[in-house]
């Protein structure tokens, strides 16, 4: 197993290499540049905003020097943002996006096994048809039309909820609530979904038949072994899952006012700031391919069929 993490942790070596150099040339051959979008300046002001930021420089050596900083851990300055660098940015909100995406996931991955299981074992009852009928519309409705409905029920109308804010603001935990459940909601309905298949599936086997031909309780067979099988496809699923939930933040993010990185990635990207964008594509590309890694340990532990020897 150890010989196994240690090569798939050097295999992310040149898949960040090749995201990276992806990304930095991509971006470039959009029309405009960092500083087109400014007030009309004089060439002279140009030239010397290009030269300060290595910009007059051939394409290849602002790419060696750009990935010579990014071995050295430095990300850059922001080109919009005077006063920070890209580091201080992604330190300042990237945990919140991170707190945000954790709580969703385990929203999700409770609840949508518990009815996942629910409904498998209901299967055909008015419990398996109303729950799967939620789920289809939970996977339905897309983040910016459930984050406004939420809103209006329990911020405006029940007054229960604050409309927006953060748990480092005045009313503290409470604040992730809204945003968390929306941000849940279509990974909870595909995670039911993908549960109860997956048990049905699992009650089909022969093994499961012998189990309950030796006598063993039904509520022992369920959680001894249908459960263990049954949660195998759910686990690689939590790997996009829950880089889709931290990337996917962006709307969420805006709705709600939570201060993460999607605000900045949405700004970047608007206002072409080549080394913030750089930044939230390695931070984002670095999420999904370490939690992948992570995925495929937990199935190995699962699956005893699997072995990394």
Avoid at 58 to 83: A, E, F, H, W
């Amino acid at each position: 197993m150890g010989k196994y993490i240690f090569k798939r942790i050097l295999g992310l070596i040149p898949t960040m290499f090749i995201i990276i150099t992806i990304s930095f040339f991509m971006i470039r051959l959009a029309p405009g540049g960092p500083f087109s979008s400014e007030k009309k300046v004089s060439d002279e002001v140009m030239q010397n905003l290009l030269r300060k930021y290595h910009m007059d420089e051939p394409i290849t050596k602002q790419y060696l020097r750009y990935i010579g900083n990014v071995c050295r851990g430095d990300l850059g300055p922001s080109y919009k943002n005077k006063d920070y660098t890209v580091n201080e940015l992604i330190n300042s909100s990237l945990p919140n996006s991170l707190i945000l995406g954790i709580v969703s996931l385990l929203l999700a991955v409770i609840f949508g096994v518990l009815i996942g299981i629910l409904s498998a074992l209901k299967k055909n009852s008015w419990v398996d048809y109303s729950s799967m009928s939620f789920a289809i519309v939970g996977i339905s409705i897309p983040n910016f039309v459930i984050g406004p409905i939420l809103m209006l029920i329990f911020a405006v109308w029940l007054k229960w909820l604050p409309t927006s804010g953060w748990i480092t603001g005045r009313n503290g935990w409470i604040t992730i609530i809204m945003p968390a459940i929306t941000l849940s909601l279509s990974y909870f309905a595909y995670i039911a979904r993908l549960s109860r298949a997956s048990i049905l599936e699992v009650l089909r086997s022969d093994y499961i038949r012998t189990a309950r031909a030796k006598g063993l309780k039904n509520s022992v067979v369920i959680r001894r072994h249908v459960l263990k099988g049954a949660m195998l496809p759910v686990v690689s699923y939590l790997g996009p899952a829950f880089a889709g939930i931290v990337t996917g933040s962006v709307v969420v993010e805006q709705i709600f006012l939570v201060p993460g990185l999607g605000n900045f990635f949405v700004k970047s990207a608007l206002n072409r700031d080549y080394t913030l964008i750089m930044g939230t594509v390695i931070v984002y590309s670095l999420i999904l391919v370490i939690m992948n890694l992570v995925v495929d340990i937990i199935y190995s532990f699962l699956d005893p069929r699997i072995s990394y020897k």
